[in-house]
T-cell receptor
């Protein structure tokens, strides 16, 4: 069963805490992406990676960090420097840049 | 930065009617894609149209692209209640390696 998974579905963050969102794909895609979606809004790109051990900042990278140690995995850490982290986070992958993206089900991050 | 702007922001129609939503963008593109999002879910890819194509069909979906006007439209024919969702256009610029998403059109199809 090929696809892209995200966990957890819901995540609660306390003030000053770093939290990590998981994204895994078994589609053998080279490119992976993280987006943030606020209520009633479109998607804004946080980070993307076109190949293992390489990634680039998107439009709103401040307060976030990523790693790409394996082709299948692209975790996102929301750091304490991100002052307004409450949002819906979507991970996606594509066979190469600019082509069709396949999305995971998303993680909703809430602040306690 | 948001490159694509969808119009209208919201659309409410009766089942069986056609739904048309539009997307305008600002810079030259390699391709334009349409996605659908059900409430609280991830996005699902619908159709991709390249800059050298003018029209594309997939089932009840018809997409047109006018690069001279920097605009695209998505037509859903014979709509169903299950088509209720948000629809986003996304553009892949000639330069760069990413998609830029618009703000979406919320479609409601009523029985």
């Amino acid at each position: 069963d090929g696809g892209i998974t995200q966990s957890p579905k819901y995540l609660f963050r306390k003030e000053g805490q770093n939290v990590t969102l998981s994204c895994e794909q078994n589609l053998n895609h080279d490119a992976m992406y993280w987006y943030r979606q606020d209520p009633g809004q479109g998607l804004r790109l946080i980070y993307y990676s076109q190949i293992v051990n390489d990634f680039q900042k998107g439009d709103i990278a401040e307060g976030y960090s990523v790693s790409r140690e394996k082709k299948e995995s692209f975790p996102l850490t929301v750091t304490s420097a991100q002052k307004n982290p409450t949002a819906f986070y979507l991970c996606a992958s594509s066979i190469m840049a600019k082509e069709t993206q396949y999305f995971g089900p998303g993680t909703r991050l809430l602040v306690l | 930065s948001q490159q694509g702007e969808e119009d209208p922001q919201a659309l409410s129609i009766q089942e069986g009617e056609n739904a048309t939503m539009n997307c305008s963008y600002k810079t030259s593109i390699n391709n334009l894609q349409w996605y659908r999002q059900n409430s609280g879910r991830g996005l699902v890819h619908l159709i991709l149209i390249r800059s050298n194509e003018r029209e594309k069909h997939s089932g009840r979906l018809r997409v047109t692209l006018d690069t001279s006007k920097k605009s695209s439209s998505l037509l859903i024919t014979a709509s169903r209640a299950a088509d209720t969702a948000s629809y986003f256009c996304a553009t892949a610029g000639e330069g760069g390696n990413k998609l830029t998403f618009g703000t979406g059109t919320q479609l409601k199809v009523e029985l």
